[in-house]
């Protein structure tokens, strides 16, 4: 418990980036505050928490798809050391990802990226549909083919925020459940700023809201899915994800939406449920127990902004993780951790310096509620209101 005095860190925002920072910072023997009025009522409560580098490593996104890389590659620790400290469950699974395709047109399409993600050396392993059916029968039989990247894992998003809360009040950090309008309000040598979406209106950075639909299915009688691989998948031009629970419950995602509203939508889930049963038909007898719709915190160049505000050293920015939160919340946890320690920044933190996108404008003056976690983007560019994609590739 937090003594009385200034604390050596105030961290805005109590979703997994904000509650990761938190344990490592209180882990290094600092003080810790976190402030958030709802911890774990963002968006990472909408979010799969799928742990793909691989899957999610695209064209024109080298230095992104390095960041993830090296976040996934400490998930096995980070989740271990998790457990450890807790004794809570997270949801972490290994059995790796199929992305497949449907039709020829839908292969071809995967193709390029898949020979792409093979050029970056990343382990990817083409699958013919024998071989698909042979990992997962429940597969359509119109399957043309696939790839597994047996690397790309998962986690429960749901699970993951109460153990990181539990790891690190254990560790000495304090919650305080109040909303942060300005900055100005916080006294701490050091403030991380994880507020996701909000940290627009707290900093002045280029966060926007970019909305995602996202169902919760279920098998039938408490049963576990019929498919143990996360998949991703293209069906007839349609992406979607399908993240199978040990609890029997799928995850399906996600549209992407240049919108600020948290509407469920009736076309949105036609699309979802449509593109699901036409990759894996049994999900057509399952039951559908949630609709919801969240917020990404985007970024122009759809990656996170991380290290001291320009002019503000003692402000550090641990947001506009988009689609990706989930899978960088261990690398961004140790690197914002190290900062605030008074480290010095490490090589990874470069190409995501708040300062690439030049002097930030001055923070809005108003109320920020309930911080949203980074989650897991839309190309760069404008895009047109009412445009909405359903894509497996844009919500972790």
């Not at 604390?7 to 490592?24: N, S, Y």
């Not at 799928?250 to 992407?256: L, P, S």
């Not at 470069?350 to 949203?372: L, M, Y």
Request: hydrophobic share 45%; with cysteine; aromatic share 4%.
């Amino acid at each position: 418990m937090l003594t009385s005095g200034r604390p050596d860190v105030a961290v805005v925002g109590a979703g997994p980036i904000g509650l990761a920072v938190a344990w490592r910072c209180a882990a290094r023997g600092l003080r810790v505050v976190v402030h958030d009025p709802d911890p774990g009522s963002g968006a990472s409560a909408v979010a799969a928490g799928m742990l793909s580098p691989v899957a999610e490593a695209y064209f024109g996104e080298r230095e992104l798809t390095g960041l993830l890389c090296a976040s996934a590659a400490r998930w096995p620790a980070f989740a271990a050391g998790l457990t450890e400290a807790t004794g809570l469950p997270l949801g972490y699974r290994t059995e790796g990802t199929l992305m497949v395709g449907l039709t020829a047109d839908d292969l071809a399409e995967a193709g390029r990226l898949w020979a792409y993600q093979q050029g970056l050396g990343l382990p990817v392993t083409p699958l013919r549909p024998t071989q698909l059916r042979d990992r997962e029968p429940a597969l359509a039989p119109r399957v043309r083919g696939g790839a597994l990247a047996p690397t790309d894992h998962q986690v429960d998003p749901r699970l993951l925020v109460p153990a990181l809360r539990a790891a690190a009040t254990a560790a000495g950090a304090v919650l305080v459940p109040q909303a942060v309008r300005e900055l100005s309000e916080l006294d701490a040598r050091v403030t991380v700023v994880a507020a996701g979406c909000g940290a627009a209106a707290l900093t002045g950075l280029p966060v926007r809201p970019v909305k995602g639909q996202v169902l919760r299915l279920r098998a039938p009688g408490g049963a576990a899915p019929g498919f143990r691989h996360v998949i991703r998948g293209y069906a007839d031009g349609e992406h979607v994800y399908l993240v199978p629970r040990a609890g029997g419950e799928v995850v399906v995602g996600a549209t992407v939406e240049e919108r600020t509203d948290r509407t469920v939508t009736a076309g949105a889930v036609l699309r979802l449920l449509r593109a699901a049963v036409d990759l894996l038909p049994e999900l057509a007898e399952y039951d559908l127990v949630e609709t919801v719709a969240g917020l990404r915190p985007g970024t122009p160049d759809n990656a996170p902004i991380l290290g001291p505000l320009p002019g503000r050293p003692d402000v550090l920015a641990a947001t506009g993780h988009h689609r990706h939160g989930i899978v960088l919340t261990p690398v961004t946890a140790d690197l914002i951790a190290d900062l605030a320690a008074g480290g010095d920044p490490d090589p990874l933190l470069a190409p995501f310096a708040p300062d690439r996108f030049g002097p930030a404008h001055p923070p809005r003056q108003a109320s920020v509620g309930p911080p949203e976690q980074a989650l897991p983007g839309e190309p760069t560019g404008p895009v047109d209101g009412d445009r909405q994609t359903t894509e497996e590739d844009r919500w972790n």
